[in-house]
Each structure stands twice: as structure tokens, then as C-alpha cells.
């Protein structure tokens, strides 16, 4: 059985930094590609972030370019994204999505990520 | 980016009927990369359909889509009362990947 749990969310100061991480099993992580998505409370769904199967390619939005970091290690089944300087609009529901055939056929249960003072 | 827009935003029907769900790209979604999911409240989306008319895996068929370029359609044929949720579309032809901003599907 496919699983994927996300941890490491939590109250953040803007400003502030905080490392998410997203263990998997069930499949060949190295195979796949994995991806970063977020949902705001209330709101609906926004792509964040994805890396391929070898770690060799990465993707961002626009909105976390340059502030977030996507990364890997195939030797523990885990996917991470380490996010720094911190804003209130990043406060949302953090997910993690296994990619198939470039859609994403599974997700975590997700990790909420709060930023304020 | 390619802009997603769905419609209706919010569609009321009863168990049994038929649903039609309607996402429109700003511009052609190469090679029908087109996803459609469905998310119930408190929990994470589930995929239903890929390639703009593939069913995922485990995916009962009164689940359908269709459509190409820039007009895609999700249709549920008979509602059941666990079919009432909120749909997103998303493309996955161009970066940034984007979603459509929701259909809720709600009882009548």
C-alpha cells in the first residue's frame, strides 16, 4: 500500500524558517517524481514545488522561488521542502503528491504550516 | 501560466442525477494533460481522472471525462451521496502546473 506522511509543520514567525518532511513507502520512491502542494485555508489548491525521481531537476512557483528549497534522499524514502523567510500567506495545509504518469495519484494527509507573530 | 477556470462554482444536485462539470484552460493544454480530483472536506484530494479521460485506479466508472485544447468535462453519471465533494481541475502540459479553482458539488 502506497503511503506518504508529512511532518515537521507547525507556528512559525514571519521571517521564520521550517523544514517539512514527507516519508513514503509502498513504491519505488527513486522511480518518481514528487511534488510540493499547499492549500490555504479555505482556498483551494496551489503547486508549490517538484523534483524528479534522481533529484537532478527541480521546479518552483513564482510565489516560493528563491525562498524555498525542494530536496530529496532516495536512501531514506523521503521527500523535503525546507521553506525561509516565511510570510503569512504561506499559512496553508502542506501536501506531498507522488507523480504517475505526470498527475498526481497519491498524497499525504498533509502538515499545516501557521505563519504569524 | 495557463489560467483554469471552472464552472459552475457551486452545482446543487440530488442522489441519482447527473453531474457535469466544466474546466476551461486560457490556452490549449498540450497532449490532454488534464487531471480531475475530488477533495472532501478535511481530507487530502483523491486523482479520478488523468489524461483528461482516464480513470485512476480503483475509480468506479459513473466517472467520466473528456474534452481537449481548452474545454475538458468531468461527468458523474448517477450521484451517489460520497460523490458530493469539491472537484479541481489541473493541467500538467506547461510550468507552472495550475488548478482550477473548484466545482463544490453539494445535496439539493
Known amino acids: 500500500e502506497v503511503q506518504l506522511v508529512e511532518s515537521g509543520g507547525g507556528l512559525v514567525q514571519p521571517g521564520g524558517s521550517l523544514r517539512l518532511s514527507c516519508a513514503v513507502s509502498g513504491f519505488t520512491f527513486s522511480s518518481h517524481a514528487m511534488n510540493w502542494v499547499r492549500q490555504a485555508p479555505g482556498k483551494g489548491l496551489e503547486w508549490v514545488s517538484s523534483?524528479?525521481?534522481?533529484?537532478?531537476?527541480?521546479f518552483y512557483a513564482d510565489s516560493v522561488k528563491g525562498r524555498f528549497t525542494i530536496f530529496r534522499d532516495n536512501s531514506k524514502n523521503t521527500l523535503y521542502l525546507q521553506m525561509n523567510s516565511l510570510r503569512a500567506d504561506d499559512t496553508a495545509v502542506y501536501y506531498c503528491?507522488?507523480?504517475?504518469?505526470?498527475?498526481?495519484?497519491?498524497w499525504g494527509q498533509g502538515t499545516l504550516v501557521t505563519v504569524s507573530s | 501560466e495557463i489560467v483554469l477556470t471552472q464552472s459552475p462554482g457551486t452545482l446543487s444536485l440530488s442522489p441519482g442525477q447527473r453531474a457535469t462539470l466544466s474546466c476551461r484552460a486560457s490556452?490549449?493544454?498540450?497532449?490532454?494533460?488534464l487531471a480531475w480530483y475530488q477533495q472532501i472536506p478535511g481530507q487530502a484530494p483523491r486523482l479520478l481522472m488523468y489524461?483528461?479521460?482516464s480513470r485512476a485506479t480503483g475509480i468506479p466508472d459513473r466517472f467520466s471525462g473528456s474534452g481537449s485544447g481548452t474545454d475538458f468535462t468531468l461527468t458523474i453519471s448517477r450521484l451517489e451521496p460520497e460523490d458530493f465533494a469539491v472537484y479541481f481541475c489541473?493541467?500538467?502540459?506547461?510550468?507552472?502546473?495550475?488548478f482550477g479553482q473548484g466545482t463544490r458539488l453539494e445535496i439539493k
Open positions: 523534483i524528479s525521481g534522481g533529484a537532478t531537476i527541480t
Open positions: 489524461g483528461a479521460s
Open positions: 489541473q493541467q500538467y502540459s506547461d510550468s507552472p502546473i495550475t
Open positions: 503528491a507522488k507523480e504517475t504518469f505526470r498527475a498526481f495519484d497519491s
Open positions: 490556452q490549449s493544454v498540450g497532449s490532454s494533460f
